[in-house]
């Protein structure tokens, strides 16, 4: 009998681990990951997601000037794919903690070695690699889930936005890749399949030498002579260039190349603007 007895023990133990092992319950602060494509490389950052659920955050939840870590379980991770400018300082590629230290009016981020850290537990701030001081500021309307976004993207840089209640700081993203890519383009342009269009696009984008904008534009249409988006890229660096005529004839060949295509009321309205603007300078 007390074999019998040791024998269901064991099964209705064994029963109920297994039941405790498939059993999925929500989480309280889910996981996030954001992947993002930035410069030639990638931003990769790895958080929890608490929600207020009523309660008051900063200043209660998360205590001023204590350092936190920006989030829920374990620590933030942000992963650079290249070296890059964060907040000003140099970082160079690999992954992070993400710490910040909330106050009233700054918060301090800081980018941490620790990445095995739970939470601020563990955080040492010899292990630290970049340090530096944002400005929050006060959002219109609550964001319940702390949040965590990369945005305004341009080819060398970014700004990371996290949120919650009505907070938001912002943390900009700059990469150091002007001379790394004008010379990938000096290269490329001396390959088959030249790549005319993006290298005119790229130096028009990042404001840098116009007459090699429009040299690659030009050569790009000569083997694209339909290609409306070409020409309302012409036309766009003819008028950064001042050059009055050659923006309102580039504008106007995009206009009535793109007729009937998908893109046709876009192009139209974007060639009649650049029209606009130049037909006032005489």
Do not use: H
Not at 146 to 169: A, H, L, P, R, V
Not at 179 to 189: C, G, P, T, V
Not at 238 to 260: M, N, T, Y
């Amino acid at each position: 009998m007390k074999k019998l007895s040791l024998a269901l023990l064991f099964v209705v133990s064994s029963v109920a681990a297994t039941v405790a092992q498939d059993l999925k319950l929500p989480a309280l602060s889910p996981s996030s990951k954001i992947t993002q494509e930035f410069s030639t490389s990638s931003i990769d950052i790895s958080y929890s997601r608490p929600s207020m659920r009523g309660r008051k955050i900063f200043g209660d939840v998360v205590g001023y000037n204590d350092v936190w870590r920006t989030g829920a379980n374990g620590a933030t991770k942000i992963k650079f794919g290249e070296d890059v400018m964060v907040g000003g300082q140099e970082v160079k590629a690999g992954e992070y903690a993400l710490y910040t230290i909330p106050g009233n009016s700054q918060w301090e981020v800081i980018l941490n070695k620790g990445t095995g850290n739970w939470g601020a537990s563990g955080y040492d701030k010899k292990d630290d690699v970049a340090r530096f001081l944002v400005k929050p500021t006060i959002m219109p309307n609550e964001v319940q889930t702390f949040t965590i976004n990369i945005g305004n993207i341009t080819f060398n840089s970014c700004q990371i936005d996290i949120m919650w209640e009505k907070t938001k700081i912002t943390i900009p993203v700059k990469a150091n890749n002007e001379e790394r890519l004008n010379a990938s383009i000096d290269k490329a342009i001396n390959k088959p399949n030249i790549p005319y269009f993006q290298a005119a696009t790229y130096y028009y984008e990042t404001k840098g030498d116009m007459n090699k904008a429009m040299e690659y534009v030009n050569k790009a249409l000569a083997q694209n002579p339909n290609a409306f988006y070409m020409y309302n890229l012409k036309a766009r660096i003819a008028q950064r260039q001042g050059d009055r005529e050659e923006a309102i004839a580039a504008a106007r060949k995009s206009i009535d190349l793109a007729k009937g295509t998908a893109n046709e009321a876009e192009y139209k309205r974007n060639g009649e603007r650049i029209i606009r603007a130049m037909s006032s300078k005489r």
